[in-house]
């Protein structure tokens, strides 16, 4: 999920904290669990520092050890330790119970999003994205910031985010059976599909897919009722090309490659050089693939120019790519 709602979700899980008799009957305590939770909804995503380096490293951690099953306890286990200095007449397990529940909420909603996590780490370095839920969803954020509004207005916010959670998860019910409905819909009207991968707008109807058969991929759109098929690509290896093997080395094409479980290439040679592009394919808006990795090489092969990274609009794509074709 995005930032914000993980922050919210650390407020609401502290309030749901008030349930705990441990907590709830201790002013100290309540106010260490509170921060506890807050700051373990936003612990994993450390890594976003990774930004300031260069896309290729952010691409290629961001949501994957900080995610994993050692960290989840190691960020939990810090957190706690660090309150428990600055507050030690607070219950230490009750705080770290809680702070543990906070990191252990963040990365379970990750694995809704279409992004996913590598969350069984270190037992398997697998994306696991469901693809149910939007990275930011507005029902969930509003739900909570209700929910945090009747707390402030003097409410039991234990009884309060109890109710909110109860609603939170059925609506993910809903949007699983959604989910399942539309698979079966693309099932029946394809019959070698091996794999559907659901990336959720922000429209509660909106899914855009990418449909995986043995010889294509379809882009598509579906409104829950209706499957409406926007480009497909027929389903290619990467090449034993010279240029292929040389651009694998690269930084960027290697993050993408890490990252991207669907794609389309193309290999355009020049006079001077060759490029290589790679297309993400679970991201279609506004008539363009926005997340890409282009290298071009020289006639040596050797790397001039690379790049992996979010290009959300045709414009933008040319002026950020321009250099790279000079």
């Not at 019959?191 to 990418?210: A, H």
């Amino acid at each position: 999920m995005d930032t914000g709602t993980h922050f919210v979700m650390g407020i609401a899980l502290g309030g749901l904290a008030t349930l705990d008799p441990a907590v709830g009957g201790s002013f100290l305590t309540s106010e260490a669990v509170l921060v506890g939770t807050i700051i373990g909804s936003q612990a994993p995503d450390l890594d976003t520092v990774l930004k300031f380096k260069n896309n290729a490293a952010y691409l290629k951690n961001h949501r994957g050890i900080t995610h994993s099953i050692p960290a989840v306890l190691l960020w939990s286990l810090l957190i706690t330790g660090a309150i428990h200095f600055i507050m030690p007449s607070s219950s230490l397990i009750h705080v770290w119970i809680w702070t543990l529940l906070a990191v252990v909420l963040h990365v379970v909603v990750d694995i809704f999003n279409g992004y996913g996590t590598q969350a069984l780490r270190p037992f398997s370095e697998k994306w696991i994205a469901l693809g149910t839920i939007n990275t930011f969803d507005s029902f969930i954020f509003i739900a909570h910031i209700v929910g945090i509004g009747i707390w402030l207005s003097g409410a039991h916010g234990g009884y309060t985010f109890l109710i909110i959670y109860c609603i939170i998860a059925l609506y993910y019910v809903v949007r699983l059976l959604m989910q399942r409905s539309i698979k079966k819909k693309i099932l029946n009207r394809w019959k070698n599909v091996e794999n559907v991968i659901f990336n959720p707008t922000m429209k509660f109807r909106k899914w855009q897919l990418v449909i995986v058969t043995k010889e294509h991929y379809y882009v598509a759109y579906s409104n829950f009722t209706e499957i409406q098929i926007v480009d497909q690509f027929e389903r290619k290896e990467l090449p034993n090309h010279p240029a292929m093997e040389a651009a694998k080395k690269d930084r960027n094409i290697s993050a993408f490659l890490h990252f991207s479980p669907v794609f389309h290439w193309q290999i355009k040679e020049q006079l001077d050089y060759t490029e290589i592009r790679l297309i993400d394919l679970r991201y279609f808006s506004k008539g363009h693939y926005p997340f890409v990795a282009v290298t071009q090489l020289d006639k040596d092969l050797n790397i001039v120019r690379s790049y992996t990274g979010w290009i959300f609009s045709k414009k933008r794509m040319k002026k950020k790519l321009k250099p790279l074709i000079d």
